[in-house]
């Protein structure tokens, strides 16, 4: 049995490490802080020409077919490079036409993502907090002309930048998925502080939001399988920013133990800090075993993708914490300051925890499946 990447795959990642490393910089993500958008436009239509923004879209649109394991190997690397930016929003907004939109939809929104000339943004979390699809709460009532939506969208990401939102909403028919344009009437954002700053989140409140009838994407109250789809994908893709964000601590940690010196020999010839480090790692390999089983595991439609989703976002979540934690605590005192990058990664793994289902959540998905 192999479990190694395939030439392709060890390409993708290598050419995205060095992409990353020269535009993507940490005093690069310093910068992106405080600008008003808080993403570059310029990585942003590089990105496009690199083929990363059409990695698993169709290739009649723009894309080059890839799968989950393809698009884990790059969020690693974004995860390590704290990038900022909605590069995994709109991927999974672009999964959702593809699997669900009409003809129309589909030419409308896959080759403009492709080429960078349009971001998307999900609205998947209600007032209540909860990610089962079951408890979507935003109403969708029937008019003339379309639908009308009424509800709050709590913690949506980059979706003042997005050309368009994703939103579930509860018909009479059960939840719907809809393609709503951000600055549609009835719409108003928050802007809300987050962990992460380079992640920008909103509340976003709906007031009888118009969405045209052909802004429908898949049936009228048929979209709770779609979700329940797109929440695993987005799980095991946090799952592996959290993964790069662990890696570059663990680096930065074992670089640091070899150098800093104390009572005249490096702090990493002390049992204590080489016995954190080796724990370090074991989380960190652990966190890449299930990533990518869970990757591999949406690609084959295999029985058990949703508990290996499960296991690898409530395990990476937890893992990756620590091993940036326990990075900070190698570093001592310097690790903790503003001016040293470690903070960076660390804020990035706590604030990816709640992004589409936190432990808690995920280990209840684990035991219904367990007991069957």
């Not at 490490?17 to 990585?43: I, Y």
């Not at 928050?190 to 802004?215: Q, W």
Request: with cysteine; hydrophobic share 45%.
């Amino acid at each position: 049995m192999d479990f190694s990447f395939t030439p392709d795959q060890t390409l993708l990642k290598n050419s995205a490490r060095a992409f990353l490393d020269e535009h993507c910089k940490p005093a690069t993500v310093r910068l992106l802080w405080d600008d008003a958008r808080g993403e570059s436009e310029s990585m942003w239509k590089e990105m496009a020409q690199l083929g990363w923004l059409g990695l698993s879209l169709p290739e009649e649109h723009g894309g080059s077919g890839l799968g989950m394991v393809e698009s884990a190997l790059l969020l690693e690397e974004l995860g390590r490079a704290a990038y900022p930016g909605p590069f995994w929003p709109t991927m999974l907004a672009a999964a959702a036409v593809t699997d669900h939109g009409t003809e129309v939809q589909k030419k409308r929104w896959l080759g403009a993502i492709a080429t960078g000339e349009a971001r998307a943004a999900l609205a998947l979390l209600d007032a209540d907090l909860d990610w089962n699809p079951d408890a979507v709460a935003t109403r969708a009532d029937k008019t003339s002309t379309g639908w009308q939506l009424t509800g709050l969208k709590r913690y949506v990401a980059w979706g003042h930048v997005a050309s368009v939102l994703l939103v579930p909403a509860r018909t009479p028919d059960g939840v719907s998925l809809f393609l709503v344009e951000p600055g549609a009437s009835g719409i108003r954002w928050t802007p809300m502080m987050n962990m992460d700053p380079g992640t920008r989140l909103a509340d976003l409140t709906l007031d009888r939001v118009p969405v045209r009838s052909d802004d429908l994407l898949g049936a009228p109250g048929a979209a709770a399988p779609a979700l329940h789809q797109l929440l695993r994908r987005g799980a095991v893709g946090a799952a592996a920013e959290m993964l790069g964000a662990a890696r570059r601590c663990l680096d930065m940690a074992v670089g640091y133990a070899k150098v800093r010196e104390q009572f005249g020999q490096p702090i990493g010839s002390f049992q204590a800090i080489r016995h954190k480090c080796a724990d370090m790692l074991l989380e960190t390999e652990n966190s890449h075993s299930a990533v990518y089983y869970a990757a591999w595991a949406l690609d084959a439609g295999a029985e058990d993708a949703g508990t290996a989703t499960s296991i690898a976002k409530s395990y990476v979540g937890d893992a990756s914490r620590k091993v940036c934690g326990e990075a900070i605590q190698v570093h001592g005192g310097i690790g903790f300051t503003w001016e040293y990058d470690l903070h960076m990664y660390f804020k990035r793994a706590k604030a990816l925890e709640a992004q589409y289902g936190d432990a808690d959540f995920h280990r209840e998905l684990i035991l219904a499946d367990v007991a069957g």
